[in-house]
């Protein structure tokens, strides 16, 4: 079992930035791939970045290139992101997620195992 609790969240204007965080605990060593995703209300949750566990190789959705940095410190258990140059249409609930057992993608929400609860962006225009 993984637990995971997103943190950072919080409101800013529009070109501001966030850093948001999760930490996992429990089987920490079996998570290959973190993701980060996002589902706002009545929106499918769609994917915003991943990074492997153990090779450190990123992988980023368009949406979000360029301006959205994920990072990890493996001994801590911790995934950052790092968001700058925020959108209003960034507004919405982050969540971060852990594959364990490399599943098909690193994109898909059904590949992944673990779900945190989410914490909230806020970006005003």
């Known amino acids: 079992q993984v637990q995971l609790v997103e943190s950072g969240g919080g409101s800013v204007q529009a070109g501001g930035s966030l850093r948001l965080s999760c930490t996992a605990s429990g089987n920490t060593d079996a998570i290959d791939f973190t993701g980060w995703f996002r589902q706002a209300p009545g929106k499918q949750r769609e994917w915003v970045a991943s990074v492997d566990t153990r090779g450190g190789r990123t992988y980023y959705a368009d949406i979000v290139k360029g301006r959205f940095t994920i990072s990890q410190d493996v001994a801590k258990a911790r995934v950052y992101l790092q968001m700058n140059s925020l959108k209003p249409e960034d507004t919405t609930m982050y969540f971060c997620?852990?594959?364990?057992?490399?599943?098909?993608?690193?994109?898909?929400?059904?590949?992944?195992?673990?779900w945190g609860r989410g914490t909230r962006v806020t970006v005003s225009s």
């Open positions: 997620a852990a594959q364990v057992g490399y599943g098909r993608t690193w994109t898909n929400p059904a590949d992944f195992n673990f």
